[in-house]
Structure formats: structure tokens, C-alpha cells
């Protein structure tokens, strides 16, 4: 079964920019169609879609968010990683790696595996 695990720092200081790393177990990100994807929970808000690599090195941005967002990948250790700059308070929330099956596997859902999310606070 595959297992993803988040981990970083739970507290930020605005302005600072936010690394969060996701440790992929078995299974491979070079591999399958997959997007390897970041979601995030605000505290008393709906899920929100941040951005994915995918097994290609390609990469896929939220609007809202691009101009701060940067994910990357590092295939030697199996993980991917998230980074967030310039952080303000609103950016609290839990942070969730998730893995999405190819649009073309119409069987899936839209996440089949998550991991199990890391809170991260934005504060002076």
C-alpha cells in the first residue's frame, strides 16, 4: 500500500517562506501517471488545492498561489517538497500530501492515498 508522510516545521514567522518535504513509501513518483499533490485546510475552511509534480518533473499551480508556491521533487529519496514564501497568518492551516490517479482512470477516486496532514502555523 502506499504511504505518504508529511513533515516541517509547525511554526513559521510571516515573511518567512514555509518547506514542507512528502516522503513517498512504497511506491514510486517516477513512475504512472500520477499527480503528487499538496491540499491545504485553513481552520474552519473547505479543502483548498494547491499545486502537483508529476512523475514527469512537470508542475501545475493554483492560481491563486503560483507566484509563491514552488514544489519539487527529489527522486533519489522518493519525496516531494513544498515551498510556500512569504507566509502570512492566513496561510495557517493543515498541510496534506496526496497522491491523484491520471484523469483517464475514470474507476479512481480522486485521491486514492493521503498522508496524514501536518499543522503549520503562521505567527510572530
Known amino acids: 500500500q502506499v504511504q505518504l508522510q508529511e513533515s516541517g516545521p509547525g511554526l513559521v514567522k510571516p515573511s518567512q517562506t514555509l518547506t514542507l518535504t512528502c516522503t513517498v513509501s512504497?511506491?514510486?513518483?517516477?513512475?504512472?501517471?500520477?499527480?503528487w499533490t499538496w491540499v491545504r485546510q485553513p481552520p474552519g475552511k473547505g479543502l483548498e488545492w494547491m499545486g502537483a509534480i508529476l512523475y514527469s518533473d512537470n508542475t501545475v499551480y493554483s492560481p491563486s498561489l503560483k507566484s509563491r508556491t514552488s514544489i519539487s521533487r527529489d527522486t533519489s529519496k522518493n519525496q516531494f517538497t513544498l515551498q510556500l514564501s512569504s507566509v502570512t497568518p492566513e496561510d495557517t492551516a493543515v498541510y496534506y500530501c496526496a497522491r491523484r490517479p491520471p484523469p483517464s482512470d475514470h474507476y479512481a477516486p480522486e485521491y486514492d492515498y493521503w498522508g496524514q496532514g501536518t499543522q503549520v502555523t503562521v505567527s510572530s
Open positions: 512504497s511506491g514510486s513518483i517516477t513512475t504512472g501517471d500520477y499527480y
